[in-house]
């Protein structure tokens, strides 16, 4: 863990969240258990960042489409069905924020209501919408410092939106999903022609699938092991398979999952060399995410090698340490007037960046960022 030389900061930084499914329901519970400075920082990357820790974020705005969950105190939303995450911090305390009715657009995928209820979305139909000013005002109203984007995969529309309402609002966004905005040249200067920062795409989970398929990947390459081939397959039973089921919206998963792989590789692999993505869903493994992953190489000599890995993983408690460090970069970020994409974040962080580097380099760079080392630099490098 690495403290912070800026540790006399300690106000808090108000979020809110778009999308009240699984990763919201841990990243609440973590904020609960951790509260308490007692608490062990067991799972934490860092206790203490540039001056915020986690019991300094608090929610004061949330959205979404279900109507077991609109109307709702938070601390009762992020239990409502269809979330199925683990229970891990039982006594939430009462937020005293209701769940809004969230601006639906693509959000809501159409093969979700040929599902049992207690497995998919049911759209509170009877509620209004809200336009685009009303977002805005209410993050303005609820002096939102950042706003975490949840909604389910190919939310492409719906992203565009609030990444849109953060811009007017002058609220930094943190971009958790594979929909490209912290990597989209033209959105990413719209937020630094704001002063606004942001950063995404897709969240790194704190030890998932891709990290690993990563460090596995930059392994071979420093031991000089030529990558021939490889796999990475994904089983889950949350929400977030299910609406995946619908191929349709999975381009940009792909992308974004098998570029962080990419990324690494000491020589590029054919696409025929390389299939990286969800595979199935299976509803009782509920948020119980299962890698299955294949390398094959060559040795010396070129003698033939391959390596099987099976990883099996809460996956929402797997993302929410590193949401909750995503948050307190953004709110830095805000604090030192740097707008656009904050780069060592989204590299550390994000399998999608503006800039990929290997997970060695973009450790050093967050570590320097956090501490005031050439932040400015480093977040336009």
């Known amino acids: 863990m690495t403290s912070s030389p800026h ?110 209820d207690d497995r998919t979305f049911l759209l509170a139909e009877e509620e209004a919408q809200p336009s685009r000013s009303d977002i805005v005002r209410r993050l303005r109203e609820a002096k939102v410092d950042v706003l975490l984007n949840y909604l389910p995969v190919g939310s492409q529309e719906a992203t565009e939106f609030y990444a849109q309402c953060a811009l007017d609002a002058g609220v930094a966004f943190v971009n958790n999903i594979p929909v490209f905005i912290a990597s989209d040249p033209k959105w990413a200067a719209r937020f630094e022609s704001a002063g606004v920062p942001i950063i995404g795409d897709d969240i790194k989970a704190q030890l998932g699938a891709t990290i690993v398929h990563r460090v596995l990947t930059d392994l071979f390459a420093k031991r000089g092991v030529k990558l021939d081939r490889t796999y990475q397959l994904n089983t889950g039973g949350n929400t977030d398979f299910l609406n995946m089921s619908n191929r349709t919206r999975l381009k940009s998963k792909k992308i974004s999952k098998t ?75 805000l604090d030192r007037g740097i707008g656009g994409p904050v780069h060592p974040a989204a590299a550390y962080f994000c399998k999608h960046p503006p800039d990929q580097m290997t997970d060695d380099r973009a450790y050093e760079a967050l570590e320097a960022f956090i501490n005031g080392e050439g932040a400015v630099a480093l977040a336009a490098e």
């Open 7 to 116: 540790s006399l900061a300690r106000q808090p930084i108000n979020i809110a969240i778009i999308g009240v499914g699984n990763c919201a329901s841990s990243l609440v519970q973590g904020l609960s258990h951790y509260r308490a400075e007692s608490n062990d920082h067991l799972g934490l990357m860092h206790w203490d960042l540039g001056g915020y820790r986690p019991c300094d974020i608090q929610v004061v705005a949330a959205w979404d489409i279900d109507r077991r969950k609109v109307g709702q105190d938070v601390a009762q939303a992020i239990f409502a069905k269809p979330n199925c995450t683990q229970t891990f911090c039982r006594e939430v305390p009462e937020q005293g924020v209701k769940v809004e009715m969230g601006h639906i657009l693509d959000g809501y995928a159409e093969h979700m209501a040929d599902h049992p």
């Open 259 to 333: 570029e962080a792989v990419q990324s690494v590789a000491e020589t590029r692999l054919e696409d025929e060399n390389i299939h990286i993505g969800p595979s199935d869903y299976v509803a009782w493994q509920n948020d119980n995410k299962v890698c299955f992953l294949r390398m094959e190489g060559q040795l010396f000599g070129g003698v033939p090698m391959n390596l099987e890995l099976r990883l099996s993983v809460e996956d929402s408690p797997n993302s929410a340490g590193v949401a909750i460090d995503m948050i307190r970069c953004a709110k830095v970020a």
